[in-house]
């Protein structure tokens, strides 16, 4: 099977049911997205197909229609995106597990979204658990993200 994970192509040889999460760390030893709860609930394995936030865990390979995007492949050591510079900013991270999938759904919100209300970030970032309760500060790096793409930085 092909699949096109941050602009590469890769063949791997496994089961169509394999979900991609395991595709990515078990294969592909892309290992951003998290093992979390296995069921898509708490988000921690957020990944990108075709700019879409899906649950990696549960999607199997097999149904992968779209390149897909990890936090690896969102910015670069010397461009970060726009999220990952507001997160370091506003020091979201504390333990960092669920991280890479926060960041993932929150560049997902702002690409449809550009200026979100409170209440749209609480509704697009709910799906995503944070073991460390830092919610507040994730909303606040939303919000400047948002601000700095308003401005064009």
């Known amino acids: 099977m092909k699949i096109i994970v941050n602009g ?27 093992y979390g709860c296995g069921i898509a609930q708490c988000g921690a394995c957020t990944v990108h197909v075709d700019g879409i936030a899906l649950r990696s865990c549960q999607l199997p390979i097999g149904d992968l229609k779209g390149e897909v995007t990890t936090i690896e492949g969102l910015g670069t050591p010397s461009s970060l995106h726009v999220v990952q510079e507001a997160w370091i900013e506003h020091q979201v991270a504390q333990c960092g597990y669920c991280q890479s999938g926060q960041i993932m759904q929150a560049a997902s919100l702002l690409d449809k979204t550009p200026n979100p209300t409170d209440e749209e970030i609480e509704k697009e970032m709910s799906g995503n658990l944070c073991r460390c309760g830092t919610y507040l500060r994730i909303r606040a790096a939303i919000k400047s993200a948002a601000k700095n793409l308003e401005n064009g930085e």
């Open 8 to 34: 590469k192509a890769f063949e791997v040889n496994v089961s169509p049911d394999m979900p991609i999460l395991l595709v990515l760390r078990d294969d592909l030893n892309i290992t951003g997205p998290k």
